[in-house]
């Protein structure tokens, strides 16, 4: 048994991938895995990671979606915002109610500024800015802590 304490958003990744978005201390078995992220940007990045085939499919129409719950839809993952009965509309015409996660196929992180010398990007480090659909940059630099924005000189979009 293993004790984690979460303090954003954990991924719990049993029989079915579950999303805590709160503070709380998860109790699991050893063998289950659980990712902790920051922000909500970091925690769709690892869903991105997998591919609609590990999610349950939605819902049908009428069907109960439950909040936080990724679900496979066509070749894309959707987060379920706030637990409702699908209703008859496409998940693109409701955002909110769903978000939409497309697999990226990419093994890039999305930009997030540091908060110190330990995480600040290294010479040759590459993110995508500022989102995960968004171009990748390579840092130019060691110790660069700003974004491409910010010090452009210090990146380079690939």
């Known amino acids: 048994m293993k004790q984690i304490l979460a303090m954003n958003y954990a991924v719990i990744e049993a029989k079915e991938i579950m999303i805590i ?3 709380t201390i998860i109790f699991t078995n050893d ?4 990712s902790i992220f920051d ?4 925690c769709n990045y690892h869903i991105s990671q997998k591919t ?3 999610f349950p499919p939605l819902p049908d ?10 679900y496979a839809y066509g070749e894309k993952m959707v987060k379920c915002k706030q637990s409702h009965n699908r209703m008859d509309f496409a998940p693109e015409l409701t955002p909110a109610l769903f978000l939409i996660i497309e697999p990226t196929g990419s093994d890039y992180p999305v930009f997030v500024h540091p908060t110190g010398a330990h995480d600040v990007y290294k010479k040759g480090d590459r993110v995508h800015f500022p989102k995960i659909s968004d171009p990748i940059y390579e840092s130019l ?3 660069n802590s700003w974004s491409p924005n910010e010090y452009s000189a210090g990146w380079k979009k690939i």
């Open 141 to 143: 630099i060691d110790n």
């Open 61 to 70: 129409i009428g069907g109960w979606c439950e909040i936080n719950k990724i």
């Open 52 to 54: 609609p085939a590990d």
């Open 21 to 23: 978005n709160h503070p």
């Open 39 to 42: 922000t909500e940007e970091q």
């Open 31 to 34: 063998n289950i895995p659980v």
